[in-house]
């Protein structure tokens, strides 16, 4: 059974950081691409950033570029998106994906970011 499990969400400040976690379970994490999205109320929800485990350049929309960043650890199976500098407009619920080839992906079940004053 695949669990993709996200933490770290919270209330923060403009301007502060938070760290957002996604543990997987169930698959091969090595061969699967890896992506944060994240979705507003309202709002559709969209790619903010993905890593593949080969050594190609992450990917980060234009609206995080600068302030984010992507990691992963293929041993512990863990993926991670450090984010920086927060504004009221990262405010959504950002969402762990796992995807492998054309297989449908599998989605966590998201984590609650909120900046706020």
């Known amino acids: 059974q695949v669990q993709l499990v996200e933490s770290g969400g919270g209330l923060v400040q403009p301007g502060g950081s938070l760290t957002l976690s996604c543990a997987a379970s169930g698959i091969t994490f090595g061969q699967y691409y890896m992506s944060w999205y994240r979705q507003a109320p309202g709002e559709e929800r969209y790619l903010v950033a993905g890593i593949s485990s080969v050594g190609a350049p992450p990917f980060y929309d234009h609206s995080v570029k600068g302030r984010f960043t992507i990691s992963r650890d293929d041993v512990d199976k863990m993926l991670y998106l450090q984010m920086n500098n927060l504004n009221p407009s990262d405010t959504a619920v950002y969402y762990c994906?796992?995807?492998?080839?054309?297989?449908?992906?599998?989605w966590g079940q998201g984590t609650q970011v909120t900046v706020s004053t």
């Open positions: 994906q796992a995807k492998f080839g054309l297989d449908s992906p599998y």
